[in-house]
């Protein structure tokens, strides 16, 4: 043996077919979470900017969700599921640590035996998974991937604390990634800061999502925008040619702030799903994107710049070009 | 350096861009949060802006710390090189 192994021959890039979402039927307006802590409408409103967020049920789990959300987004694509050889799930708000909940979700839209494993790196998931599919794609370990942002925060938030009850909601969005000569999904420009690791924890099994923040607006609005232009820089294009911004949706003034500071052009779509969704993590960008391509803001070619950021602290960003 | 006025009235204009205060109101003895009612990710806007314009670095314990108009002034006034 000479110290050398065969590899596959990858694809030329990865280009992303077809989204999906689920949004959990049950819709809970700031009146309703006024009634239970001591807050109200305009209050949040101008706090966070959202207006009402879904709760999900008792059969609206993380994989239930997937599943659906999945399921939408290969419709879309018009991949069969049996074609789907990698099933990437982006949660941190598993029930269990174990196990996965990627095998399950691949069963039960019965696509064989595919490679299969969650990912946690918080609000940043989607966008670390989409990397990490890319790149499975450009060596070749896959050809159809699947990933899947997919939370039930809910079950981590404290009723009763108005700091983080009114922000956070459930639900899954989902996009199915394939092989492709023309690459449509930019490189990632990712990282971390983990020093601030206590930023937002939930300390053990038993504890409820805790968050500074403020410190993570200052973060956000401060030390992310270098990452945002790069993002663009590599996957060559201008800046102020980006056609659509969907940032994780922690916070309308984040949203806000961001597009201030990024000087895009004036006709920009951008996403401000949080307004009727809240904050649903790793799911948000997704099922922002989703809603954004039904109601037509955002076309087919058009371009897209992700931004994922969250927990941890983690953050990645990639240039994508729309189904 | 920012001489003592200066840093008066380049707060000023950072609470009237950011938190829409007249520049009348932003007097040292104002409470941000009581009596200019500018909200916690507005202090951090604030700072943000005094960093940029002032030089300064304003660590969020810092901030924490930082209550009145005044506090922010002899803040920037200590600390600017």
């Known amino acids: 043996m000479n110290g050398s192994l065969n590899l596959r021959a990858g694809a030329n890039g990865a280009r992303i077919l077809g989204f999906g979402d689920y949004r959990p039927r049950r819709i809970v307006t700031n009146e309703e979470i006024s009634r239970r802590v001591d807050t109200d409408d305009e209050w949040i409103r101008t706090r966070v900017g959202i207006s009402e967020r879904r709760f999900a049920g008792a059969d609206e789990s993380i994989v239930d969700m997937s599943v659906a959300a999945a399921g939408k987004a290969l419709a879309n694509s018009g991949v069969l599921a049996e074609d789907i050889d990698t099933v990437i799930v982006a949660t941190c708000t598993a029930p269990a640590p174990i196990p996965g909940l990627a095998p399950e979700v691949a069963h039960r839209l019965s696509i064989g035996t595919p490679g299969a494993y969650d990912l946690n790196a918080a609000c940043a998931g989607f966008c670390y998974g989409l990397s990490a599919a890319a790149d499975a794609i450009r060596s070749g370990s896959s050809r159809y991937a699947l990933v899947i942002g997919a939370e039930r925060l809910t079950d981590w938030t404290d009723q009763d604390d108005r700091g983080t009850c009114i922000i956070f909601g459930d639900g899954a969005g989902a996009a199915v990634v394939a092989a492709s000569d023309t690459p449509g999904i930019g490189p990632v420009v990712w990282g971390s800061d ?24 200052r973060w956000a609005t401060t030390r992310l925008a270098d990452s945002a232009r790069r993002a663009c820089e590599l996957a060559g294009v201008d800046i102020g040619d ?6 994780h949706q922690a916070n309308l003034r984040i949203v806000d702030s961001m597009v201030k500071t990024l000087k895009f052009k004036d006709d920009i779509a951008v996403a401000r799903d949080i307004v009727t969704s809240g904050n649903t993590s790793s799911a948000s960008i997704p099922l922002a994107l989703t809603a954004m391509i039904e109601r037509g803001e955002v076309k087919t070619g058009d371009t897209a710049l992700l931004l994922g950021f969250g927990a941890g602290l983690t953050y990645a960003g990639q240039v994508i070009i729309c189904p | 350096m920012a001489t003592t006025e200066e840093i008066q009235s380049g707060l000023a204009e950072i609470l009237e861009e950011v938190a829409g205060v007249l520049p009348a109101d932003a007097t040292p003895e104002k409470s941000f949060t009581e009596d200019l009612d500018v909200d916690s990710l507005s202090m951090v806007e604030i700072a943000t802006a005094v960093e940029d314009k002032f030089g300064v670095a304003i660590p969020d314990d810092e901030l924490a710390n930082i209550r009145t108009v005044g506090d922010a002034a002899s803040f920037i006034e200590k600390n600017q090189s």
């Open chain 1, 194 to 217: 983990g020093e601030k690791s206590r930023a937002i924890s939930v300390a053990d099994r038993f504890s409820y999502m805790e968050m500074d923040g403020r410190s993570v607006y």
């Open chain 1, 242 to 247: 980006i056609d659509a911004f969907v940032p």
